[in-house]
C-alpha cells in the first residue's frame, strides 16, 4: 500500500500518449490531416523549382546568345587586323622636291643631240648660293644688334663710428670708389640716433663687372669714417 501512495504523490503523466493522440486529432479536424499539408508544401515547392529552371534555361539562351554575337565581332576585328597587317606601309615623303625637269624647245628637229631633258647642277648651285647670301646677311644683322646688358640698382646704408664723423668726408671717399660698370647716384643723411646720422646713398652696376661684395670691401678700407655698410635695397633693372 506504501508504493501505491507514493505513486499517487508522484507527478507522472502516465497517459501522456493519449493526450498527444487527441490533441492530433483535434487539429487534424481543424486543418486537415498533415499529411495533405505535405503534399501541397511539396506541390508548391515543384512548381517554385520548375519556375526557377525555366528562368535559369532562358538566361543560359540569352547569355549564349552574347556570347555568339562577341565571337562573331571578335573575328571581325582579327580580320581587320590581318588586312591591316600585311598591307605595305605609305611611301616616305621626300625631304627635298626633286629638281624641277627642264625642257627646252626644239629648235631644229634634225639635232637630237642637243635637246636637255634633265636640268643641269646649276640651279642647284644658284639655290646654295642664294642660301649661304641669307645667312651671312642674318648673321651681320645680328652682330650689329647690342647685346642685352643686366643692370642693378642698389642701395647702401653707410654707418659713421659715431656723431663727430665729418659726414661731408665720409661720402666723399664713397664716392671715390670708381671701377667699370659702377656709376653712383643720389645721396642723403639719414638719422640713426643719439645724433648720430647715416649716409644713404644708390648707385647703378652692371652686374657682370660689379658686385655688392665688392662695393662693401672697398668702402670699408676707409676705416677712420666707415664703421659698417649693408645693402638696404636690391632691384634688377
Given amino acids: 500500500m506504501s508504493g501505491l501512495i507514493c505513486l499517487t504523490t508522484e507527478s507522472i503523466w502516465f497517459d501522456k500518449n493519449r493526450y498527444d493522440e487527441a490533441e492530433k486529432r483535434f487539429y487534424e479536424g481543424v486543418n486537415g490531416p498533415a499529411t495533405q499539408q505535405q503534399q501541397s508544401s511539396s506541390h508548391a515547392g515543384d512548381q517554385e523549382l520548375v519556375s526557377r529552371m525555366k528562368s535559369l534555361e532562358l538566361e543560359n539562351q540569352t547569355l549564349h546568345k552574347v556570347v555568339v554575337e562577341m565571337r562573331a565581332a571578335l573575328q571581325k576585328l582579327e580580320s581587320r587586323v590581318a588586312v591591316l597587317e600585311k598591307s605595305p606601309a605609305p611611301a616616305a615623303i621626300p625631304a627635298a622636291k626633286a629638281a624641277p625637269v627642264k625642257q627646252e624647245k626644239v629648235e631644229n628637229g634634225d639635232d637630237d643631240d642637243d635637246i636637255d631633258l634633265f ?119
Fill in 119 to 237: 636640268g643641269s647642277d646649276e640651279e642647284d648651285e644658284e639655290a646654295e648660293r642664294i642660301k649661304q647670301e641669307r645667312l651671312e646677311a642674318y648673321a651681320a644683322k645680328k652682330a650689329k644688334k647690342p647685346a642685352l646688358i643686366a643692370k642693378s640698382s642698389i642701395l647702401l646704408d653707410v654707418k659713421p663710428w659715431d656723431d663727430e664723423t665729418d659726414m661731408a668726408k665720409l661720402e666723399e671717399c664713397v664716392r671715390s670708389v670708381q671701377m667699370d660698370g659702377l656709376l653712383w647716384g643720389a645721396s642723403k643723411l639719414v638719422p640713426v640716433g643719439y645724433g648720430i646720422k647715416k649716409l644713404q646713398i644708390s648707385c647703378v652696376v652692371e652686374d657682370d663687372k660689379v658686385g655688392t661684395d665688392i662695393l662693401e670691401e672697398e668702402i670699408t678700407k676707409f676705416e677712420d669714417y666707415v664703421q659698417s655698410v649693408d645693402v638696404a635695397a636690391f632691384n634688377k633693372i
